[in-house]
């Protein structure tokens, strides 16, 4: 009697979704030791990632983009990994020696997720996260839409985010002072038009539960 294969497809299907959640659980593993590091509320990350994937989603990114944004969101400042906690968490301002290192980063975090295949796609926020509008930005001075539309997007959650937080050298920012310098920053720093749905109210509502 002939062996009956027909299972095999879904065994097969069911492996790669039990690899995926697996890669997952890691990335995001890998999240809340960055926030450990760097002194973060557990979840803050997770937070902003939530945020950048609506955001996404109203840009019309596919679910599959939405699934390596979410990644590439939880992993953006896995290069700090490689700045020292002593200009991390330094409470005065930066020298200029001291800024240049950090500005190292993306570059660090493109080192660390280059080898892994399965991340190639979620490299774009890490890397390019810091690229401005203008072509003022770095590592690559890329500019408008030569910066992947997921740094693009990341990036006005990022800094809507750090303003609204507390930060070892100052206060957190209102709401209002915060939408205001982003509002003035459309067209220079940031995308014209991820800066439109951004303004969106939905989009920044409070997170109701943990991303998992």
């Known amino acids: 009697m002939p062996e009956d294969n027909s299972s ?3 065994n097969l299907q069911r492996s790669l979704v039990e690899l995926t959640v697996a890669y ?4 995001d593993a890998f999240s809340r030791a960055i926030e450990m590091r760097e002194g973060e509320p557990i ?9 950048t994937v609506r955001l996404a989603k109203v840009l019309g990114v596919s679910t599959e983009g ?4 979410r990644r590439g969101a939880l992993l953006h400042d896995i290069g700090k990994m490689g700045i020292p906690e002593s200009i991390l968490k330094k409470e005065t301002k930066l020298t200029k020696e001291e800024l240049a290192f950090i500005k190292l980063h993306p570059q660090f975090a493109y080192d660390l997720l280059i080898p892994i295949v ?12 810091h690229e401005r509008w203008d072509g ?7 500019k408008g839409e ?8 990341f990036a006005v959650v990022d800094v809507w985010d750090a303003l609204i937080s507390d930060r070892p050298h100052r206060k957190a920012w209102s709401e209002e002072l915060a939408i205001s310098l982003i509002k003035e920053q459309s067209g220079q720093q940031f995308d014209p038009s991820v800066v439109e749905a951004f303004l969106k109210r939905d989009i920044r509502k409070k997170v109701t539960k943990p991303l998992v």
């Open 136 to 142: 003022n930005g770095y590592p690559q001075g890329l």
């Open 146 to 153: 030569e910066i992947p539309l997921a740094a693009r997007i």
């Open 43 to 51: 979840g803050h990350t997770r937070l902003v990632t939530e945020v």
């Open 8 to 10: 095999i497809p879904q």
């Open 24 to 27: 997952d659980a890691t990335v």
């Open 66 to 69: 939405q699934t390596h944004i």
């Open 118 to 129: 399965f991340l190639h796609q979620a490299i774009e926020i890490p890397y390019y996260h």
